[in-house]
């Protein structure tokens, strides 16, 4: 029986649904809306540093900007197509990876995308945040990190229609803020005298297609999240298109902006107060907020569908608030992960961090990919429902499998920060970091070669 509310876009109410399929009365939205809902969260200071560690990492600006071009398009379009799941399942999309991992196998990448998004990301953002706060106001960096950790918690517990709002009018303030910043920034970059193709290190440039690849896809499990109360009947191409340029346009432009800012422009001190070191005090001040009000445009969606994941994990707790109070101890976790981060060095942490996160997402993409071409024209449905029994043995042991063995072989770069943590130091090469192209690539052949061999279906 259909469920209707009478305002199932009200953003007001805490929302109770948690990975069971939308009703079609509780659908609502429109596939545009989802341009702001990708653009608002990478309109944030994280997204900047990017495009510094990649010219941290041994490149010019211009081969910098082509680098993280070319990472964030990888990423925006397996997000776009994921994304165009969501209306027609009405699920989150670490339910949608059951049919491919089956229910128990699936448990590996849920709770994986639990501790990078609702604990890793959650930090790392939460930092950047807190930063901003603190050059704004002077208040000590852990009373900074505690209010952007309660906003951020109200807002994700609140729910998905108070999400939606909020990206789409913090969008319309930040996009204005970092246009102005990046004409500026653009017009006072030492550009002049750089040639594309001077000095090309083919590591270098791995290294910063790797962290822009491993930022902007790490919002792909959470894709379906954010478009299955769409009604069912919208448009699969709108809701790739919206969600993927969305994704794409704003951590390309704000990337790009990195890689000029740290081409000599700005100076020392917090990350935060360095990058707008360049900027009129007036517009420091108004890009300060921005930061701020950027970093919890990402930490709602990290916070809300990590839990998102933890629960289709099939962690149980037997009443229907649960992902209200999921979202809480995940902030308690993470923020208490926060207070850590900013004591520590933030440029290390949070390169080993994206490139860390490459590593798992590009098997798991792959292989859903794979299992979605295999699958056509299947009802999934039965595989993907709460009660389904449903097994694949073959996706949780490449996704294993792969994993491990691209980071054994490939996971060693340049920087020192690998020698640092005494950890991925393994006999692969030495100059750059192609783990995650290794891990994807042999994920999606060895998925079809055996779901081939076994008859799956």
Same mark, same amino acid.
């Given at each position: 029986?259909?469920?209707? /509310?009478?305002?199932?876009?009200?953003?007001?109410?805490?929302?109770?649904?948690?990975?069971?399929?939308?009703?079609?009365?509780? $659908?609502?939205?429109?596939?545009?809306?989802?341009?702001?809902?990708?653009?608002?969260?990478?309109?944030?200071?994280?997204?900047?540093?990017?495009?510094?560690?990649?010219?941290?990492?041994?490149?010019?600006?211009?081969?910098?900007?082509?680098?993280?071009?070319?990472?964030?398009?990888?990423?925006?379009? *397996?997000?776009? =197509?994921?994304?165009? &799941?969501?209306?027609?399942?009405?699920?989150?999309?670490?339910?949608?990876?059951?049919?491919?991992?089956?229910?128990?196998?699936?448990?590996?990448?849920?709770?994986?995308?639990?501790?990078?998004?609702?604990?890793?990301?959650?930090?790392?953002?939460?930092?950047?945040?807190?930063?901003?706060?603190?050059?704004?106001? /002077?208040? !000590?960096?852990?009373?900074?990190?505690?209010?952007?950790?309660?906003?951020?918690?109200?807002?994700?517990?609140?729910?998905? /229609?108070?999400?939606?709002?909020?990206?789409?009018?913090?969008?319309?303030?930040?996009?204005?803020?970092?246009?102005?910043?990046?004409?500026?920034?653009?017009?006072?970059?030492?550009?002049?005298?750089?040639?594309?193709? *001077?000095?090309?290190?083919?590591?270098?440039?791995?290294?910063?297609?790797?962290?822009?690849?491993?930022?902007?896809?790490?919002?792909?499990?959470?894709?379906?999240?954010?478009?299955?109360?769409?009604?069912?009947?919208?448009? !699969?191409?709108?809701?790739?298109?919206?969600?993927?340029?969305?994704?794409?346009?704003? *951590?390309?432009?704000?990337?790009?902006?990195?890689?000029?800012?740290?081409?000599?422009?700005?100076?020392?001190?917090?990350?935060?107060?360095?990058?707008?070191?360049?900027?009129?005090? =007036?517009?420091?001040?108004?890009?300060?907020?921005?930061?701020?009000?950027?970093?919890?445009?990402?930490?709602?969606?990290?916070?809300?569908?990590?839990?998102?994941?933890?629960?289709?994990?099939?962690?149980?707790?037997?009443?229907?608030?649960?992902?209200?109070?999921?979202?809480?101890?995940?902030?308690?976790?993470?923020?208490?992960?926060?207070?850590?981060?900013?004591?520590?060095?933030?440029?290390?942490?949070?390169?080993?961090?994206?490139?860390?996160?490459?590593?798992?997402?590009?098997?798991?993409?792959?292989?859903?990919?794979?299992?979605?071409?295999? $699958?056509?024209?299947?009802?999934? $449905?039965?595989?993907?429902?709460?009660?389904?029994?449903?097994?694949?043995?073959?996706?949780?042991?490449?996704?294993?499998?792969?994993?491990?063995?691209?980071?054994?072989?490939?996971?060693?770069?340049?920087?020192?920060?690998?020698?640092?943590?005494?950890?991925?130091?393994? !006999?692969?090469?030495?100059?750059?970091? &192609?783990?995650?192209?290794?891990?994807?690539?042999?994920?999606?052949?060895?998925?079809?070669?055996?779901?081939?061999?076994?008859?799956?279906?």
């Amino acid at each position: 029986m259909t469920t209707i /509310n009478p305002n199932p876009a009200s953003a007001g109410a805490i929302e109770t649904n948690d990975i069971q399929p939308i009703p079609s009365g509780e $659908r609502h939205g429109k596939p545009w809306h989802l341009f702001t809902v990708w653009s608002s969260p990478n309109l944030e200071f994280a997204t900047v540093f990017i495009g510094a560690l990649a010219v941290f990492a041994g490149l010019n600006v211009w081969q910098a900007i082509l680098a993280v071009a070319l990472g964030n398009a990888l990423a925006a379009v *397996t997000h776009g =197509w994921f994304s165009s &799941w969501g209306p027609k399942y009405g699920v989150p999309q670490m339910v949608l990876s059951r049919t491919a991992f089956g229910r128990l196998g699936n448990i590996i990448p849920a709770a994986t995308s639990t501790l990078v998004a609702g604990i890793g990301w959650f930090a790392v953002n939460t930092t950047s945040g807190a930063f901003a706060l603190t050059s704004l106001t /002077n208040l !000590p960096v852990s009373v900074s990190v505690t209010i952007i950790i309660v906003v951020q918690v109200v807002a994700a517990f609140i729910g998905h /229609n108070f999400i939606q709002k909020f990206e789409r009018y913090a969008f319309f303030y930040l996009a204005a803020v970092f246009a102005v910043v990046s004409v500026i920034v653009i017009s006072q970059g030492k550009l002049a005298g750089v040639e594309v193709g *001077t000095d090309f290190k083919w590591g270098a440039f791995s290294v910063g297609v790797a962290l822009a690849y491993g930022y902007t896809q790490g919002w792909t499990p959470f894709a379906a999240d954010f478009t299955r109360y769409l009604p069912a009947n919208s448009s !699969p191409r709108a809701v790739g298109l919206a969600a993927g340029l969305g994704n794409f346009s704003a *951590t390309t432009l704000l990337m790009a902006v990195g890689a000029i800012a740290w081409t000599g422009v700005v100076g020392d001190g917090l990350p935060t107060s360095a990058f707008v070191a360049v900027l009129p005090q =007036w517009l420091a001040v108004l890009t300060l907020i921005g930061i701020a009000v950027g970093s919890v445009s990402a930490n709602v969606l990290n916070i809300y569908s990590g839990t998102m994941s933890f629960i289709a994990a099939g962690v149980k707790f037997g009443f229907k608030t649960r992902r209200a109070i999921m979202v809480v101890l995940a902030g308690v976790i993470g923020g208490g992960l926060s207070y850590l981060a900013v004591e520590d060095n933030f440029k290390q942490l949070f390169e080993l961090f994206l490139l860390t996160v490459g590593y798992w997402l590009a098997p798991w993409v792959a292989i859903l990919v794979v299992d979605k071409i295999l $699958r056509k024209g299947q009802d999934i $449905r039965p595989l993907i429902a709460e009660n389904s029994k449903h097994e694949n043995w073959i996706g949780p042991v490449v996704f294993v499998v792969t994993v491990a063995a691209s980071i054994y072989l490939f996971a060693k770069t340049e920087m020192p920060k690998a020698q640092f943590y005494g950890i991925f130091t393994g !006999p692969g090469p030495d100059n750059g970091d &192609w783990t995650a192209l290794a891990g994807g690539l042999s994920a999606a052949v060895l998925y079809y070669v055996l779901f081939k061999l076994t008859n799956k279906k």
